[in-house]
Every structure is written in C-alpha cells, then in structure tokens.
C-alpha cells in the first residue's frame, strides 16, 4: 500500500512505514486479523465490524478511496502468496469480499 | 513528466521477459468481463460472452488481451514519449469508443494482479509499485481525449 500509493501514509505520520518495519509488520497483522473476524462472520460483516466501522467514521476518518487501494494490495498479496490457490473465482469472490468490507468501514462516515 | 528509476525499469522488464503474453492478456481482460460486467458493453462484436467460461475461453477476448499486452511492451520502448507513442489508440479508444477512464484503471489493477499470481513470491512490493506506476502512465494518455491538450 506505501509503496504503490505513498499517498497513504499522510495517516501514520507516527509511523516507521519501511518495508519490513515492526510497526509495519504489527499493523497489517491487526488490519489482517480484522479481516480474519470478518471473514468468519461473512453472513453478518456488518456487526462483526461494528466498532471498527464507528473508529473509522468518527476517529480515523481515512479517506475512503484508501480502502480501494488497501482492498487492491491485498488481493496482489494473495495472489502472490498463494498463485495455485489464486484462482479467477478466488479472485473474484475476494474482490467482491473485500468491496463489502470497505462498504462497512465507511458506512457511517456520512 | 514522470520517470522510471534504474530499478523500477529493471523490475519491469525482468518480468515482462517472462511472461506469456497471450495467456498473462487473455486471462487479464477475461477477469475485468466476468468481475465487472458492465464492461462488457465495449465488446458487443466479440461473440459469446454469456458466461465465466464462455468469456474465458473466447478467442476473440484472448486476441484482445494480447493485443493491449503487446502494447505496453511498445509503450515501455517509448517511455519517455507515451502521449506520442499512444496518440493513435489515445484516439481510438476515447473519441471513436467512447471508453470509461475508471475501466482502463481497473484492467490496469487486474493485469497488475494476474501478474502477481503467475510470478508469485517474486512479485515483491517494489515490483507492484513499479508496475502500478506503469499501468497507470500507460492509462493515462488514454484518459485523455485527443482534443483537449
């Protein structure tokens, strides 16, 4: 995400952003994670989210095209970490995943 | 103007040598038909695109897909001129189809993505940033309608 769109990181300005940081590595396992809670509730996203969608909406305030770019890395990562399993329909079925997740995150914004 | 560092270039062409342009294509615009498709609208002559498999295994689709591929391999010899080097397809694609910019950008994120997926581990975060800087360069003269400079 801070590679390929640099513009992200104006929201860690607190942050060791270097590719491999610990604070990097600490993070993305929580953003991960999060996305783990989700996938377990996938019938019911919305209340699996629920606080991190008010966080979102009230604290962070990411804009929210960055869930795109964030949703966009995560499925190149996927793909990459896991090419056999990576198929069109696991892409698919992702792409739709993930476009829901950032739907729930940034349902309260306004 | 923006330019490609010594690595970006090198992280390009490493893995454009080693891909298969026909498949890596095909495959690319076969995905933007199936996940999005409204953007099918563009491809009315292409025959059966009724279906996941139908659009996947579509010859014409396959054709395409190799077709926009091979072009990026041009555009990267001419990548200090693309406004240039794309002048003629910049033409095509908005003046006479009347393509959407955002499907250019979401076929430039899938081509980005089916490349990680046949390179694996090797598709580092440098890489994808090179190459979405790429994607992106390559999209944008085609953004742009021909008669506003």
Redesign the interface.
């Known amino acids: 995400l801070f590679s390929s769109y640099p513009q992200a990181k104006t929201y860690f300005p607190h942050f060791d952003l270097h590719t491999g940081s610990a604070q990097l590595r600490a993070h993305g396992s929580r953003v991960v994670a999060a996305v783990g809670d989700a996938v377990k509730s996938i019938d019911n996203v919305t209340s699996a989210l629920s606080k991190l969608s008010e966080l979102h909406a009230y604290v962070l305030r990411v804009d929210p095209v960055n869930f795109k770019f964030l949703s966009h890395c995560l499925l190149v990562t996927l793909a990459s970490h896991f090419p056999a399993d990576f198929t069109a329909d696991a892409h698919a079925a992702w792409d739709k995943f993930l476009s829901i997740v950032s739907g729930v995150l940034t349902e309260k914004y306004r | 103007m923006v330019h490609f560092t010594g690595e970006e270039k090198a992280a390009i062409t490493d893995l454009w040598g080693k891909m298969n342009m026909e498949e890596a294509g095909g495959?690319a615009l076969?995905?933007l038909l199936?996940?999005y498709p409204w953007t099918q609208r563009f491809f009315d002559s292409f025959g059966n695109l009724s279906s996941?498999s139908a659009i996947?295994g579509n010859p014409k689709v396959k054709a395409h897909g190799k077709k926009v591929l091979t072009s990026f391999g041009e555009a990267m010899k001419n990548s200090d001129n693309l406004k240039g080097a794309f002048a003629k397809l910049s033409e095509l694609h908005c003046d006479k189809l009347h393509g959407d910019p955002e499907n250019f950008r979401l076929l430039g994120?899938v081509i980005?993505?089916?490349l990680?997926?046949?390179?694996?581990?090797?598709?580092t975060?440098?890489m994808?940033?090179a190459w979405?800087?790429l994607v992106l360069l390559l999209v944008l003269p085609l953004l742009w309608p021909t008669n506003t400079t």
């Open positions: 495959e076969g995905r199936v996940f996941a996947m994120d980005v993505i089916v990680a997926t046949h390179s694996g581990r090797e598709f975060p440098d994808q940033a979405q800087k």
